[in-house]
């Protein structure tokens, strides 16, 4: 599996590429903006972007969807409460990050316990509501993308409309501090951990 992470939107996300390199199909993970870095690195390895799945519905995270849509003619995966961001610029502040509005519906819903196959890797879908009340996390064998639910010793906002402290506290209890503890995260922002150090040092929990 090859996974690159690539700085994207005004607010550094972390937008992910992951590929089988046998297959050569891959997935893009929450591009909060276009990113050419991102272009190059698919088009020199001529990955086929099968999907692009989206964590949760913040403009940070979606302002590249309707370029990477377009260029590469993939589905857009995410879960259907968060359809509140993804349909209205307004509530997506995708004018404010990116300059222009976004605005689309995903083209398949996901999850809790869904699965997506992308070439020779199953993406196994979380539902971890807090952040936003339609959050998802992507467990690939034995990495999880957390999206803005958990960080390196820290959390995610949840002072947005439809945000739940109580709720993403008990997503990152029974959904992540559930797996192994070499789990590797990555998440949203900033750097990656496992959840064996973040059982033993976020301090929210
Ligand atoms: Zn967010």
Redesign the pocket.
């Known amino acids: 599996m090859d996974i690159k992470q690539f700085y994207t939107s005004p607010i550094q ?1 972390n937008t992910y590429l992951c590929a089988d390199e046998n297959s050569k199909e891959a997935f893009i993970l929450d591009p909060g903006s276009v990113c050419k870095p991102l272009d190059n690195y698919i088009d020199s390895n001529e990955y086929k972007i099968k999907y692009i799945v989206l ?7 979606i302002c590249g969807v309707p370029h990477y849509k377009a260029k590469y003619k993939c589905q857009v995966a995410a879960n259907k409460k968060d359809n509140r961001y993804f349909n209205d610029p307004i509530s997506n502040q995708s004018r404010a990050l990116c300059g222009q509005d976004v605005a689309f519906t995903p083209d398949i819903y996901v999850n809790d316990g869904d699965t997506l196959q992308v070439g020779n890797m199953t993406l196994h879908i979380l539902f971890t509501p807090g ?2 009340p339609g ?1 998802i996390s992507v467990l690939v064998g034995n990495i999880l993308f957390s ?2 639910t958990l960080f390196a010793e820290s959390i ?2 949840t002072d ?1 409309v439809g945000g739940s402290l109580i709720e993403l506290k008990k997503s990152v209890r029974e959904k992540m501090f559930v797996l192994p503890d070499d789990t590797f995260v990555l998440p ?2 900033m750097g990656h951990t496992t959840i064996g150090h973040e059982k033993q040092y976020n301090p929210f929990f």
Request: net charge negative; aromatic share 6%.
């Open positions: 996300t964590t949760h519905g913040h403009g940070d995270h952040h936003s959050g999206g803005d995610g906002r947005f949203g922002h």
